[in-house]
């Protein structure tokens, strides 16, 4: 440290402040390097409300769920990937055509940047076959949960999954996903019976639960909605 006393000041402390960046960069916050790596979302219920059967159909029904565009937000700003997990069998159907369901997620997209600048999806990950078909890639089989993992060389153990349905849950089951996370908007609250509370609820066993569930699910955490989810996420 001899040679600090040899420098002019100002040059002294530049030299200072670049040795402190050095440090803070070798070590980062622990509140960053907590989260997930990888956010896996669903759509319907999650990012946008639930229309029902046959799903959104039309640009127009489509509506984001309360904070979903700032918690996306949230997550990019701190440096997760987050991707899109969805079922849409309204396509393999015959009901709307990939071009129309096209035009819808360009749709969410917009409303999302439009609410936060930041709140983008970095891949969309879309099983359009229907449940007459054996397809490894829809819910509730794990096989675009594991192509987004492959995709972006992330392990099981760093993704969370957020979901509104037990198909979404037994995804991220069959993908190895550790931490599985169950909102009450969309199909949750008639899952559970019940809306979820003011904190968040760790489920991990069936005895619990008002409702008949698959054992496979267990356990997972019952938060209100994906800006919740993101709250928790974010401060665990």
Known sequence: MHFLLRLPLPSCVTLLLLIWCDVLMAFPSSSSSSLPKLVLLDRDGVIN?????????????????????????????????????????????????????????????????????????????????????????????????????????????????????WTDLQAAAAANVPLRILVSTGYGVGIMGREARKDKEYIEEVSSLSTSLPESILPFYYIKNLACAVDYLMTR
Request: glycine share 8%; net charge negative; proline share 3%.
């Open 49 to 165: 409300h639930d229309v029902g059967s046959p799903g959104v159909t039309l640009p127009s029904q489509l509506q984001l769920t309360t904070g979903a565009a700032v918690a996306i937000g949230r997550l990019k700003r701190a440096g997760c990937t987050v991707v899109l997990v969805t079922n849409q069998s309204c396509v393999g159907k015959g009901i709307i055509s990939r071009t129309q369901l096209t035009v819808i997620h360009d749709e969410m997209m917009r409303q999302l940047r439009l609410d936060d600048a930041d709140a983008t999806l970095d891949r969309l990950y879309v099983c359009t076959t229907t449940t007459t078909t054996e397809d490894a890639r829809r819910k509730p089989n794990g096989g675009m949960m594991l192509e987004a993992m492959k995709d972006f060389q992330v392990d099981a153990a760093d993704c969370v999954l957020v979901g509104d349905t």
